[in-house]
């Protein structure tokens, strides 16, 4: 049996620039991933670790990083990565990056979501637990790339759902936590110059014109609440909860 993938390199031309993923069923039957890429081909599983390992029998690296901290916490010492741990944690987080690309490509936005929540909250780990603020801040500075991932895929989940008010929150929510991460680097007066909130502005505008949205419940909400309008507030919060 031949080892080589030149037949499937030929098929499947690499376009320099671009992000190049499909889903296709393994001989086993089960789904997966595949990414092209200069040299080759990269094929991620599409539940659990991009690379379907069990690290320590853990559904993720992370999962199992979370089971030794508390582990350490509850006999009384500060978990600390060390060098092995911050190298495998690395790994995981390229690789979650790879299949979070490959889901915005392919339009699976629950999925895009999903694995931008799971890159945050390990970015919160390692910065709980990073070893020296050089590591903590080599992950820090693309915090702000991924959450912007998610706000993409969030927002395009609700215009898939015909829900266009939900998709505007989605990009203020997405806003709002971009500009936190720009504010706690000292960053918030160079917000607006970014590019990618540039892009999440564009959106927002072009969402709210085209489906007549002047203020979203949410936006009206927060100002009911602001002003101290309670019996409003109530209101849109009941409204809320119907639309949801």
């Known amino acids: 049996m031949t080892r080589d993938i030149d037949a499937h ?8 620039g671009a992000v190049q993923a499909r889903m296709i069923r393994a001989g086993d039957g089960r789904d997966v ?28 690296y992370f999962d199992y990083l979370k089971h030794v901290a508390a582990r350490s ?6 978990f600390v990565l060390n060098e092995e741990q911050c190298e ?35 970015m919160d780990f390692v910065r709980d637990h990073a070893p020296n603020e050089e590591y903590k801040l080599a992950h820090e500075q693309y915090r702000g790339f991924v959450i912007f991932h998610r706000t993409q895929a969030a927002a395009a ?7 266009p008010e939900a998709a505007v929150d989605a990009i203020l929510t997405g806003l709002k936590r971009i500009r936190a991460f720009f504010a706690e680097h000292d960053l918030a007066d160079q917000m607006e110059e970014d590019g990618m909130v540039q892009q999440l502005r564009k959106l927002e505008r072009s969402l709210r014109e085209l489906h007549g949205i002047e203020e979203t419940l949410q936006e009206q909400l927060e100002r009911a609440v602001a002003n101290e309008e309670y019996e409003t507030a109530a209101r849109l919060r009941d409204a809320l909860r119907k639309r949801r």
Not at 73 to 78: D, I, V
């Open 157 to 163: 989940l609700a215009v898939e759902a015909d829900d």
């Open 9 to 16: 390199l030929r098929d499947w031309d690499h376009k320099p």
């Open 88 to 122: 495998e944690a690395d790994r995981e987080f390229v690789q979650f990056y790879h299949r979070r690309v490959c889901w915005l490509t392919l339009r699976t936005f629950a999925r895009a979501v999903a694995d931008a929540d799971h890159t945050l909250e390990f």
């Open 33 to 60: 991933l595949q990414m092209r890429v200069d040299l080759g081909i990269l094929q991620l599983e599409t539940d659990d670790r991009p690379d379907g390992a069990r690290p320590h029998g853990h559904p993720t």
């Open 73 to 78: 916490e509850k006999s009384g010492r500060k």
